[in-house]
């Protein structure tokens, strides 16, 4: 089982900063103290601090990390993508700002079944993966809504990246070897990624992506017009219409970002803002937390805070089945983050036994009380009170696998979100109902969870993981760790993690964990698997005048491998 996404926060303010990174250059600060960055590449966080010394703010320290992913991180993310961001402006208010890909006009519930089964590698590989990507019209309407710099300067370092080459390193080489035979078969992909005798480039080659500088410049100079209603989108129709897609320009003309309430709920004081529907990462970090809310998880031993946390996951990734999709189009229940409903839910937990054979629960006012009808992460904060928070993805390695000819541009197949059919697992091993059947102009599930914590109305800590579902555990074991246990920032990421997703029933446990505590677990009745060291969560904390950046303790042990 493997999970993708990146993931990176830039913060700045007044005073000094602390950063805590796995390796130099992940987490970064400014030498007067005034800003901090954590991303999941130096390059990027190179990129935002270009940008800041520029006289640029969150906003365009943010866009221009993720621009920098897009080139050198583009086996995760990337324009051709989607995102969830999480803003508070400078006045305070704050927003949930709906990048997520969008169903071509042309799909149908049962477009990837053929004899009547799931045929998967439709919805991962190829033109049928792909929806409408949406990231890019998040970053413009945040550049201009909050930013202060031109989009030149804030594409600029992007760019420069991908005229002037960098070289890839061992994991970028490392997902270009797994997946060669199938980039092969788009010329588009092979052109970029794999050299003249088809062979995947080693680590250490200067990759140079020429046609990606030439899109970024073009957005530099149109906006969002270009790729939404301009070449960008009729290059795909071309591509599409040749390789028997289903999306046309009219979907990108179409396309829409949607401005969304967050979802709020308090954990020990902190007021938590996450992303709603179509992302279940909010959602179901709040209703964990909730339920756990009822236990105090500092006095009890390792074994027992584990058990209840695999506990607590195990009933929301059920209800997560069950009720969650896009609120356009199926009935999500905002009782689900009710603290009266997490409370029923941790009276079934036993302390004694993992439960057995869980199915979703029932919130009070499911059928009334409605969320509204309508995995790189990133995070900023300035001295004005501007704070970003952005997850954003292309879902597995490289996507679709496809390269638009001429673009440069790694498309997504987030069409694997969506339930190809009803208790069928997609590649992370999710099931679905029909609240997340394809539709057209439908936004497919995700665990994306950018999330924010407040204390007192002011913002104090930021935090976002990659890793597919595992993105919202990571998050909520970050929280418990930091604000039950007490742990600074790094040691409370660096902790032992866990995930449970309800099915399977299933407790993934990292090596790192004591085997006592295996013995332990495995005991109370829970089936332990391995996983990892997995996912990669990024935090930066406001305490005491100071900011604390920390970049995910694991990267340096992948980095060696």
Not at 83 to 90: G, P, T
């Amino acid at each position: 089982m493997r999970f993708v996404c990146c993931f990176f926060i830039v913060f700045f303010g007044f005073s000094v900063a602390t950063v805590q990174g796995a390796m130099e250059g992940y987490a970064r600060v400014t030498a007067d103290g005034r800003a901090a960055v954590a991303t999941v590449q130096p390059r990027a966080s190179e990129a935002a601090m270009k940008v800041l010394e520029q006289g640029g703010n969150a906003v365009d320290a943010a866009v221009a990390a993720a621009l920098a992913l897009g080139v050198v991180d583009g086996h995760n993310s990337g324009i051709g993508g989607g995102c969830f961001a999480i803003v508070r402006w400078a006045d305070g208010r704050i927003e949930a700002l709906d990048g997520r890909e969008m169903a071509p006009a042309a799909a149908h519930r049962d477009m990837f079944i053929v004899n009547g089964k799931p045929e998967r590698q439709l919805s991962r590989t190829g033109a049928l993966a792909s929806g409408v990507p949406g990231s890019v019209a998040v970053f413009d309407y945040m550049l201009e809504k909050g930013g202060k710099l031109t989009r030149e300067q804030v594409f600029g370092p992007a760019i420069e990246l991908a005229e002037q080459g960098f070289a890839i390193d061992q994991i970028y080489a490392d997902r270009l070897a797994r997946h060669r035979d199938v980039l092969a078969g788009f010329s588009g992909s092979a052109d970029v990624l794999l050299d003249k005798q088809g062979q995947p480039w080693p680590a250490g080659h200067k990759l140079v992506q020429s046609d990606l500088a030439a899109t970024y410049k073009a957005l530099a100079r149109e906006g969002a017009e270009y790729f939404y209603r301009g070449e960008f989108a009729e290059a795909v129709e071309r591509w599409m219409q040749a390789n028997e897609g289903l999306i046309r320009s009219e979907d990108f003309a179409n396309y829409r970002m949607r401005v969304r309430e967050p979802v709020r709920s308090r954990y020990r004081g902190f007021e938590v803002v996450g992303f709603g529907p179509p992302s279940s990462g909010g959602v179901h970090v709040a209703q964990i937390l909730n339920i756990l809310e009822a236990f105090e998880l500092d006095k009890l031993s390792e074994t027992q805070r584990y058990h209840l946390t695999a506990e607590a996951m195990k009933l929301a990734f059920a209800d997560r089945a069950y009720w969650l999709g896009d609120p356009a189009f199926a009935e999500v229940p905002k009782s689900l983050v009710s603290e009266r409903y997490a409370r029923s839910l941790a009276k079934k937990v036993s302390m004694d036994k993992a439960l057995e054979d869980v199915a979703h629960g029932t919130p009070k006012d499911a059928e009334t009380n409605l969320f509204d009808k309508h995995t790189t992460h990133i995070a900023a904060a300035d001295r004005d009170g501007n704070w970003v928070a952005i997850t954003t993805t292309v879902n597995t390695d490289f996507g679709s696998k496809v390269v638009i000819p001429g673009t440069g541009v790694i498309m997504n197949n987030q069409m694997d979100d969506f339930s190809a059919q009803p208790g069928v697992p997609n590649i992370y091993g999710l099931v679905g109902t029909e609240a997340n059947a394809i539709a057209p102009g439908k936004r497919p599930l995700s665990s994306m969870s950018p999330t924010l914590l407040l204390k007192d109305g002011k913002p104090v800590m930021t935090l976002g993981a990659a890793g597919g579902p595992t993105i919202i555990t990571q998050v909520v074991q970050a929280i418990i760790n930091h604000i039950d246990l007490g742990l600074p920032l790094y040691e409370a990421l660096i902790e032992p993690r866990i995930h449970h997703q309800w099915r399977p029933d299933t407790l993934y446990l990292e090596p790192s964990a004591s085997e006592s505590l295996r013995e332990s677990l495995f005991a109370l009745g829970h089936e332990i698997k391995p996983l990892g060291p997995y996912g990669s969560t990024q935090a930066i904390e406001w305490r005491n005048g100071r900011f604390t950046a920390v970049a995910e303790p694991r990267l340096e042990q992948r980095n060696k491998h």
